[in-house]
Each structure stands twice: as structure tokens, then as C-alpha cells.
């Protein structure tokens, strides 16, 4: 029996729904749009359509896990340029920023 509820266990789902976290106040949204407008669009491009870094529209997007998205987001891809933001965002921060990069970010 508990073989059973250990390999329930592991294979339970365990995805995070990002719909029920609580998004950043009004105020840290403006900030990380400030953020994502200067310290992203250096690489992406100030309209985010690429530059030295891919594009980071909602169609170039579209396919591409959101957890990948936040985790590059956080810690970077190594052997390029991207570097990871944790010291300066949370995951909640790196959360909101994936979906409204896949909304098409604000102007």
C-alpha cells in the first residue's frame, strides 16, 4: 500500500496553475514594465521584435513552454548572452512577465 501512494505520489500532477498566484501589485507591474522595456529590449529590442537577443513577441512565443520562459527569465541560458535576473526578480515578477509577453507585451 505504501508503494502505492508513493508512486501515486509520482505521477501525480504536479504543474503549478499560474492562474491562481497572485500578480504583482500595480505599481512593481509598472516597474517591471520599465525593467522589461530597458534592461530586455537591450537585447530584444526596444519593440521586443529581436535585436542580438531572439524576439520576444507573442507569436515567436506562442510555442514555447511557460515555465522554460520563466525559468530562462530567472537564471539565464548558459553559453549565451542572456543572463538570469533572480538577484533583481522574483518568480512571481518572471510569471507576470511571460504572460504578458504572450499577450503581447503593453505598450
Known sequence: MALTTVM???MADTSID???HTPPS???Q???TRFVRQECGFCHG???TGGLGAPLTAAALAD???EALEDTI?????GTA??????HLSESDARWIVAELLKGFPE
Request: net charge positive.
Open 82 to 87: 542572456m543572463p538570469g535576473w533572480t538577484p
Open 30 to 32: 509598472r516597474e517591471l
Open 74 to 78: 530567472l537564471y539565464g541560458r548558459t
Open 8 to 10: 501515486n505520489l509520482a
Open 46 to 48: 526596444l519593440k521586443l
Open 64 to 66: 514555447k513552454p511557460r
Open 18 to 20: 499560474t492562474s491562481t
Open 26 to 28: 500595480a505599481e512593481r
